[in-house]
């Protein structure tokens, strides 16, 4: 790896970080301990089309574990990581197919981080009473997802990086 | 630096949208997340059910978990968390449930509430 893309690839991180802070300042549903608007999740979007999956996907798990440590606690990064896995080899997927915009990656990305959180939620607590929730739930990550799949398809579109 | 083929069109995308927000407008319409009047508030630790008042009870409760304790409240048919020594209180923010199926989660305690239209146990 060039210097070049390590220090691209360190700013981004640096990036996703910021965005994790100030999502971290939003309560957006504080229903379940990590739960975020998915700001961060631009980057990731970002970096799946414009750097190597492996940096993608690195990238993201630092920035995951990182936030955690800093402004979350040990709950919130088994939900965060939960949910980053799951939505990463969606989105992953998704964009191998080569049938979707990345809009659509994204969507998927949010809808799967959700329903990945739910999931353990429901393990965790050993009880179906929070399924309750899986509607929000899922129209927030398809909300979010869309959010977050505009403005990097612009981005996408704006930053042709070639290293 | 790779190329990714971006697909000419639309299509794909738009059907798969609309799937998912269909999906999400069937989910929220299923009769499991309807809001039906509740008749009890279930309390589980770990799963287990551990107390069950009557919604129409006054009820002052503290909780006691392995993890710590939170204080129940309930009180004109809705039932809330007071007070609450865990970390982020998310139980407390939660409100108010008084609709069967709704639910206060206070994770770190590992702790359910439940307003149920259950049966008598």
Same mark, same amino acid.
């Given at each position: 790896?060039? +210097?070049k893309?390590?220090?691209? &690839?360190?700013s981004?991180?640096? @990036?996703?970080?910021? $965005?994790?802070?100030?999502?971290?300042? #939003?309560?957006?549903?504080?229903?379940?301990?990590?739960?975020?608007? +998915? =700001?961060?999740?631009?980057?990731?979007?970002?970096?799946?089309?414009?750097f190597?999956?492996?940096e993608?996907?690195?990238?993201? $798990?630092?920035?995951?574990?990182?936030?955690? @440590?800093?402004? +979350?606690? @040990?709950?919130?990064?088994?939900?965060?990581?939960?949910?980053? =896995?799951?939505?990463?080899?969606?989105?992953?997927?998704?964009?191998?197919?080569?049938?979707?915009?990345?809009?659509?990656?994204?969507?998927?990305?949010?809808?799967?981080?959700?329903?990945?959180?739910?999931? &353990?939620?429901?393990?965790?607590?050993?009880?179906?009473?929070?399924?309750?929730?899986?509607?929000? &739930?899922?129209?927030? +990550?398809?909300?979010s997802?869309?959010?977050?799949?505009?403005?990097?398809?612009?981005?996408?579109?704006? #930053?042709? #990086?070639?290293? | 630096?790779?190329n990714?083929?971006?697909?000419? !069109?639309?299509?794909?995308?738009?059907?798969?949208?609309?799937?998912? *927000?269909?999906a999400? *407008?069937?989910?929220?319409? !299923?009769?499991?997340?309807?809001?039906?009047?509740?008749?009890?508030? *279930?309390? /589980? /630790?770990?799963?287990?059910?551990?107390?069950?008042?009557?919604? !129409?009870?006054?009820?002052?409760?503290?909780?006691?978990? %392995?993890?710590?304790?939170?204080?129940?409240?309930?009180?004109g048919?809705?039932?809330?968390?007071?007070?609450?020594?865990?970390?982020?209180?998310?139980?407390?923010?939660?409100?108010?449930?008084?609709?069967? %199926?709704?639910?206060i989660?206070?994770?770190?305690?590992?702790?359910?509430? !439940?307003?149920? /239209? %259950? /049966?008598?146990?």
């Amino acid at each position: 790896m060039s +210097g070049k893309r390590l220090a691209y &690839l360190a700013s981004f991180l640096g @990036l996703a970080m910021i $965005l994790s802070y100030v999502e971290s300042l #939003i309560p957006f549903f504080g229903l379940v301990p990590g739960m975020k608007a +998915g =700001l961060a999740n631009l980057v990731t979007v970002f970096l799946l089309y414009r750097f190597r999956t492996a940096e993608a996907f690195l990238v993201s $798990l630092v920035r995951v574990a990182l936030s955690a @440590l800093l402004f +979350g606690t @040990l709950f919130s990064f088994l939900f965060s990581v939960t949910g980053f =896995l799951l939505s990463f080899f969606g989105m992953l997927l998704m964009k191998k197919s080569e049938r979707f915009r990345s809009i659509s990656v994204s969507v998927i990305g949010g809808v799967l981080h959700n329903m990945a959180q739910i999931a &353990l939620a429901v393990i965790l607590l050993g009880s179906g009473a929070i399924a309750y929730y899986i509607p929000v &739930l899922f129209a927030a +990550g398809i909300l979010s997802g869309a959010i977050v799949g505009l403005i990097a398809a612009f981005l996408i579109r704006k #930053i042709p #990086i070639r290293l | 630096m790779r190329n990714s083929k971006l697909p000419s !069109t639309f299509r794909n995308d738009a059907i798969l949208l609309g799937a998912l *927000v269909l999906a999400a *407008v069937i989910l929220f319409c !299923t009769p499991f997340f309807f809001g039906k009047e509740g008749r009890f508030v *279930v309390i /589980e /630790e770990n799963g287990r059910e551990i107390g069950r008042f009557s919604i !129409t009870d006054e009820v002052t409760e503290e909780i006691r978990t %392995g993890q710590g304790y939170n204080t129940l409240v309930i009180r004109g048919g809705a039932a809330w968390i007071e007070s609450a020594d865990c970390r982020d209180k998310i139980c407390i923010h939660r409100g108010s449930i008084r609709n069967a %199926g709704e639910t206060i989660v206070c994770l770190p305690h590992r702790l359910v509430i !439940t307003v149920t /239209e %259950g /049966e008598e146990r």
